[in-house]
């Protein structure tokens, strides 16, 4: 079982509209999340990170933690083809391995115009 | 521009030869990581040093070498390269591994292609 599960998508999304991303994860000792875009051809960058659980909000994107149900998910609102990319969900292990990420594997989402 | 940069961008190589990545931060950071992207796109970090110190050692083939000279720069030597070796290498840094919300910086990639 992978450590950290996505779905690969594609997930198209109409512009304007709400992209909804699920991470879910099987350590669940974890203790930060984090959510990573990545462009074709280039390298990650951070959009946000959250560690309690609910909801965390940063301009269009929210991140919403629930650790009973070992799930993470990223939503972007009003999607703009500028989002196309690949999503990456990360997750920190326990807490003796702070720095130690385990990401999935993305998913790619496509906003059509 | 401070940033994390990587050298070479692009490496293409025959199967047997001995490489070299390196990567150099300047953002003042103590943690420095090397991951694999493999052509599903999925990443997986290899080794982690903080301030000099190896801290992470996946389960990766001992062809594989890092070497960190200061906290500055970690490169990436891997010997008798195999046709699996072909992947993008990234390289990151966090300004240190103890706290919970620590944001890595990825490099621009190495992308290496065994032939």
């Known amino acids: 079982q992978k450590e950290v599960e996505q779905n690969s998508g594609p997930l198209s999304v109409p512009e304007g509209a709400i992209a909804s991303l699920n991470c879910t994860y099987s350590d669940r000792g974890s203790q930060s999340f984090f959510w990573y875009r990545q462009y074709s051809g280039k390298s990650p960058e951070l959009i946000m990170f959250?560690?309690?659980?609910g909801d965390k909000e940063d301009g269009r994107f929210t991140a919403q933690l629930n650790k009973a149900s070992q799930y993470v998910s990223l939503l972007i609102r009003d999607s703009q083809p500028s989002d196309s990319a690949t999503y990456l969900c990360a997750v920190t292990a326990t807490t003796d391995s702070w720095g130690k990420l385990q990401f999935g594997a993305g998913t790619q989402v496509v906003v059509t115009p | 521009d401070t940033a994390v940069s990587q050298t070479p961008k692009y490496l293409v190589t025959q199967m047997g030869n001995d490489k070299s990545i390196k990567c150099e931060q300047n953002l003042g950071h103590d943690t420095m990581y090397w991951y694999k992207q493999d052509s599903k796109k999925f990443l997986k970090i290899m080794f982690s040093y903080n301030n000099k110190e190896l801290i992470i050692n996946e389960t990766v083939p001992n062809r594989f070498s890092p070497k960190s000279p200061d906290k500055a720069h970690l490169n990436l030597h891997i010997n008798s390269l195999e046709l699996g070796d072909s992947a993008v290498y990234f390289c990151?840094?966090?300004?240190?591994?103890?706290?919970?919300?620590?944001?890595?910086?990825f490099g621009p990639g190495t992308r290496l292609l065994v032939l």
């Open positions: 990151a840094s966090s300004r240190d591994t103890s706290g919970r919300s620590e944001t890595q910086y």
């Open positions: 959250i560690y309690s659980n």
